[in-house]
């Protein structure tokens, strides 16, 4: 083996390296030493077959080796037999000898939740919106508590505030006579779903989430941004365009 042990090194460089090792593959006696378990030796037992055939024709090179060198008056054959890798069939039939080196495959990967092969990632579908599930649930928490704190209610207030003002100081003279809500709906609500949510909230000046809801939908902002919409979305009226 230590002929390709250069192989069978890099092999396992390069698939620990891609799946993180899970502490049930291994056992640690008292005595300080550490055992292979068996679910990870069946997952490292399945490349026996790749080693075998890279070390094949270095085996066949040693026996032919020491068959040469042996003395055998009574035997005449002077050269051995390969059945490992074929090799004096193929150049009996004139052929090239080529050894077969296929990659060696890869351990399949499995779900850490429940053991079932996934594509990829360490959680199949089913554990992943459970995880998925969990978690959002425990991120609506601290958010809600979060929310109720002194600092984030000085800050909506102070939001609040500001686009209120924003809405008295507002002249609805200054919006186009075309630009009314039928339009809005028509024309502009449904070009607003291919722009990005943080471009929206910038030229608005206000949250993500609120101008996902606008991007949906389920908002309607305030006609004093009609016509900044409008423009980013390439809105005119007919006249002008």
Request: net charge positive; proline share 6%.
């Amino acid at each position: 083996m230590e002929a390709v042990r250069a192989d069978v090194d890099a092999f396992l460089v390069d698939w620990i390296t891609r799946e993180t090792l899970k502490r049930e593959w291994f056992f640690e006696q008292r005595n300080g030493n550490c055992r292979l378990m068996a679910s990870l030796a069946v997952r490292l037992s399945e490349t026996a077959g790749t080693w075998g055939r890279a070390v094949s024709p270095i085996a066949e090179w040693v026996a032919q080796s020491f068959w040469s060198n042996s003395r055998k008056p009574t035997r005449r054959e002077r050269t051995l037999p390969t059945p490992l890798t074929q090799r004096r069939r193929s150049e009996g039939r004139g052929k090239e000898f080529i050894p077969d080196a296929k990659p060696a495959p890869y351990p399949k990967k499995v779900c850490s939740g429940c053991g079932a092969s996934t594509q990829g990632g360490r959680l199949c579908a089913s554990c992943g919106r459970e995880v998925l599930r969990e978690g959002l649930i425990e991120s609506a928490k601290i958010g809600r508590i979060v929310a109720q704190s002194s600092k984030s209610r000085r800050k909506l207030s102070e939001t609040q505030r500001r686009h209120r003002a924003a809405q008295r100081a507002w002249d609805s003279s200054s919006k186009p006579p075309w630009l009314n809500e039928d339009i809005y709906l028509a024309k502009i609500q449904p070009k607003l779903a291919g722009v990005p949510i943080s471009t929206l909230s910038s030229i608005l000046g206000v949250s993500e989430p609120y101008a996902a809801d606008i991007r949906a939908g389920r908002r309607r902002p305030h006609p004093r941004h009609w016509n900044a919409l409008a423009d980013l979305v390439g809105c005119q009226r007919a006249t002008d365009s």
